[in-house]
């Protein structure tokens, strides 16, 4: 039934919503650090976030779902997790920063559920958008980051930069590579909202690149 399930970005006319995604050890969080320092330089106030987290609620859930010892998560728990902390986060921080005329930059939103826990997990992609539909209550991004790293590259840059991996970090290969694919294929489906880059690009040049693309939507 077309029109029944039209996707709503981030309401125009307010903020700009903008989510890094990609696997883990592509570099997002540097990126979004780089696109908030330029963001501010040039006078636009900025909210940097990530997910699981951002609110107190969001940030117990994350070291729930991500940290060792907790015994077994079973998918859908896992899947349910990420989407109430998600809910907070949409609720409580990035609508109300949307609504005073803020630039939201998100590490990490919903793609990173569908590719996740939706693929890794074989949740299925669509039962895991619709879930986080309406966690969000339809809150989409206006613009998605999506930084492509080849899941060894990934792993080297994590065992370089990190002093251990998370739950879902320290998932195989096999695993990430479905995270790839998945956040591939949505990138590849909507053009439009997404930015795809190559994450072993020189640090300076992705970062010109995402800004470039992000001013083009400012006002
Ligand atoms: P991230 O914050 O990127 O890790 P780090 O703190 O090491 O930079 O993400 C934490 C992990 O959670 C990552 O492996 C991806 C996973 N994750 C999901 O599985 N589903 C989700 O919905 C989200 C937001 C993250």
Same mark, same amino acid.
């Given at each position: 039934?077309?029109?029944?399930?039209? #996707? #709503? #970005?981030?309401?125009?006319?307010? *903020?700009?919503?903008? +989510?890094?995604?990609?696997?883990?050890?592509? *570099?997002?969080?540097?990126?979004?650090?780089?696109?908030?320092?330029?963001?501010?330089?040039?006078?636009?106030? +900025?909210?940097?976030?990530?997910?699981?987290?951002?609110?107190?609620?969001?940030?117990?859930?994350?070291?729930?779902?991500?940290?060792?010892?907790? *015994?077994?998560?079973?998918?859908?728990?896992?899947?349910?997790?990420?989407?109430?902390?998600?809910?907070?986060?949409?609720?409580?921080?990035?609508?109300?920063?949307?609504?005073?005329?803020?630039? +939201?930059?998100?590490?990490?939103?919903?793609?990173?559920?569908?590719?996740?826990?939706?693929?890794?997990?074989?949740?299925?992609?669509?039962?895991?958008?619709?879930?986080?539909?309406?966690?969000?209550?339809?809150?989409?991004?206006?613009?998605?980051?999506?930084?492509? +790293?080849?899941?060894?590259?990934?792993?080297?840059?994590?065992?370089?930069?990190?002093?251990?991996?998370?739950?879902?970090?320290?998932?195989?290969?096999?695993?990430?590579?479905?995270?790839?694919?998945?956040?591939?294929?949505?990138?590849?489906?909507?053009?439009? #909202?997404?930015?795809?880059?190559?994450?072993?690009?020189?640090?300076?040049?992705?970062?010109?690149?995402?800004?470039?693309?992000?001013?083009?939507?400012?006002?």
């Amino acid at each position: 039934m077309p029109g029944v399930c039209v #996707q #709503q #970005q981030a309401d125009s006319g307010h *903020g700009l919503f903008i +989510v890094f995604e990609g696997g883990d050890g592509a *570099g997002k969080s540097t990126q979004a650090a780089l696109l908030a320092t330029k963001l501010e330089r040039l006078g636009h106030t +900025v909210l940097r976030t990530r997910e699981p987290g951002g609110t107190p609620v969001g940030e117990k859930l994350r070291a729930l779902v991500l940290e060792h010892g907790n *015994g077994d998560i079973d998918a859908r728990s896992e899947a349910l997790i990420f989407a109430a902390a998600r809910a907070a986060h949409a609720a409580q921080v990035i609508r109300p920063a949307l609504a005073r005329g803020e630039l +939201v930059i998100s590490d990490r939103y919903v793609d990173s559920s569908v590719a996740y826990q939706g693929g890794g997990r074989g949740l299925g992609e669509r039962r895991i958008r619709d879930l986080n539909e309406w966690a969000t209550d339809g809150l989409w991004p206006d613009l998605t980051l999506l930084l492509d +790293v080849e899941p060894a590259d990934g792993r080297h840059r994590r065992t370089v930069a990190d002093a251990g991996e998370d739950r879902l970090e320290s998932e195989p290969d096999d695993f990430h590579c479905d995270i790839r694919k998945v956040f591939l294929r949505l990138a590849a489906a909507s053009p439009a #909202q997404y930015l795809v880059l190559r994450a072993q690009a020189p640090v300076e040049e992705l970062a010109q690149r995402i800004l470039d693309r992000v001013q083009g939507l400012l006002p």
